[in-house]
């Protein structure tokens, strides 16, 4: 019996500016248990395309969530559903608490008008007007990462690259919305070590059936990081994707 893929892009175009396409007629299908690896020239659009399809740039063509257009389920439901995880976090304001605290507020509030029918931590979480942030599993999943609990009081500012990218990265895991993470190089500030923690996790969370998270493109420049986390490869050029038999490399 065929299911329907958790994420369709129809013909996905971005342009730059009028008559200066960056991509055109993308097309893909991703299906629950993809580890797609997005690779492309620096400058190729991967970036971008990732931003279209959690519908934070504007696009030409269609992206399909569970056989759905974005607007029908909501567009901030279906950004926790379909998130977005930027490489760089550092500009955010405050501190990761902060920003722990209004990431959880925002789903709280936007789910509470949600017509999606998906069960989901965030509006599970609902339930309760006062959630304890202080045990929330997005510290757990950082400290797993080598992050200490006193750099979440930290300014982002005063962060390491290596720290912000853990902990956003931590963040969006933890707080156990998303089917699909749309991750943009998200160990690129990360040791070799720190590096393959995140993968492993990330790798196990997709293939558990206890985990919300079923599937990740993940932006690499890494061949090797590539071949370790990747179960599909993608190559983005001007023309669309194509996909490929293994890693290439970049
Ligand atoms: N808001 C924008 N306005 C105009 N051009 C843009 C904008 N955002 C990105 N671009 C351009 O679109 C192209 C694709 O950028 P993008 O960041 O998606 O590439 P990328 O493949 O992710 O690159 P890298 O591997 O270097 O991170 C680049 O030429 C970039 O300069």
């Not at 299908?29 to 990732?50: F, M, P």
Request: net charge neutral; aromatic share 6%.
């Amino acid at each position: 019996m065929a299911t329907t893929p958790i994420l369709e892009l129809k013909k996905l175009a971005w342009y730059k500016e009028k008559g200066q396409p960056v991509f055109t007629d993308v097309n893909l299908v991703l299906n629950e248990g993809d580890i797609l690896v997005l690779q492309g020239k620096s400058g190729s659009g991967k970036s971008t395309l990732l931003k279209c399809v959690s519908h934070l740039n504007i696009y030409e063509g269609e992206v399909l969530y569970r056989g759905q257009k974005p607007q029908q389920h909501g567009i901030p439901t279906f950004r926790t559903r379909v998130m977005y995880v930027p490489q760089r976090p550092s500009m955010l304001p405050g501190t990761p608490r902060d920003f722990l605290r209004t990431v959880y507020t925002f789903g709280v509030h936007k789910s509470s008008s949600a017509s999606s029918k998906a069960a989901s931590a965030v509006s599970d979480a609902l339930r309760s007007s006062e959630p304890d942030l202080s045990r929330h599993e997005a510290f757990e999943i950082a400290e797993f990462w080598g992050i200490d609990r006193e750099l979440w009081d930290r300014s982002w500012t005063n962060l390491s690259g290596g720290e912000a990218q853990r902990i956003v990265l931590a963040i969006a895991v933890g707080i156990a919305s998303a089917e699909v993470l749309l991750l943009d190089e998200p160990t690129s500030a990360l040791d070799s070590e720190s590096s393959s923690k995140v993968e492993r996790h990330l790798a196990a969370e997709v293939k558990s059936p206890d985990s919300k998270l079923k599937s990740i493109v993940w932006i690499t420049h890494s061949p090797e990081q590539g071949q370790r986390v990747g179960t599909r490869f993608i190559r983005i050029t001007s023309g669309g994707v194509r996909e490929e038999e293994t890693d290439p490399g970049v």
